[in-house]
């Protein structure tokens, strides 16, 4: 890869290995990752349980460190950086939409979308300010005072979106979105990821679903902690 690619990339990925430590040994689970993505795409990772997706996506959300190789996102070398800084980029720059949806019960749903802005040191009136904009956009501004209980699985999935999107990551970053949905909220929130992919969102998504996948502009299939376009 040549150097002025890594840096326009969004995501760019050489040569990762990562292993877990089984006693006194180290287990290989990703074996010379080489994965990019531009800024713009819609990329969607397939495999099947036990293949790495999820090792892969830790990293890419710098939750956990690689072994061996470089990662540079949004031109930043995230390989070098120390844990402080990591958990710098990974609350700024990565949005996380989990198929569990991961929202906190005992704050309404305006509390959860604002949360990580408070976090970030916002006033609670200037975070709310902030937040209308992709509330309407996401069709909760009729919801803003319920609870989570209070919802649909799908409407739950759109307030974890909204709670991604209002800190205006690089990079939206989804574990089997759909995974915990009925089929038609499910196809609702892979055409919600369509259009935030055509209103500029990178995004990339974690599945082991073929049509979930097929939703993205891009499919990479890793198999055995190996990936292939
Ligand atoms: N913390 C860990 N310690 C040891 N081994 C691990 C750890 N996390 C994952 N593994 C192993 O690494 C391999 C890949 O796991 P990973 O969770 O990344 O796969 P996955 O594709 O996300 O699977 P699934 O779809 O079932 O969640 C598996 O063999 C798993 O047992």
Excluded: W
């Amino acid at each position: 890869m040549q150097e002025s690619s890594k840096s326009d990339s969004m995501i760019a990925m050489m040569n990762i290995n990562k292993g877990y430590m089984l006693g006194e040994e180290k287990v290989p689970v990703l074996h010379d990752i080489c994965f990019q993505v531009e800024k713009g795409e819609f990329v969607a990772i397939l495999g099947p349980s036990g293949s790495g997706k999820t090792t892969l996506m830790n990293i890419i959300g710098c939750m956990d460190v690689l072994d061996e190789g470089s990662y540079f996102l949004d031109g930043q070398p995230i390989h070098e950086m120390p844990e402080k800084r990591l958990n710098d980029v990974r609350n700024k720059e990565i949005g996380f939409i989990f198929q569990n949806y991961q929202l906190i019960s005992t704050y309404n749903i305006l509390q959860n979308i604002t949360m990580p802005l408070i976090v970030r040191g916002m006033t609670t009136k200037e975070a709310e300010e902030k937040c209308m904009d992709t509330i309407r956009l996401l069709g909760l501004d009729h919801r803003m005072k319920h609870k989570p209980s209070e919802l649909s699985g799908g409407q739950k999935q759109r307030v974890s979106i909204a709670r991604a999107l209002v800190g205006e990551p690089a990079v939206l970053l989804a574990d089997e979105p759909t995974g915990a949905l009925d089929s038609n909220s499910g196809k609702d929130v892979l055409k919600l990821f369509k259009d935030l992919n055509d209103m500029g969102h990178t995004i990339v998504m974690i599945t082991h679903d073929l049509n979930v996948a097929k939703s993205a502009g891009r499919i990479v299939h890793i198999v055995d902690g190996c990936l292939k376009e």
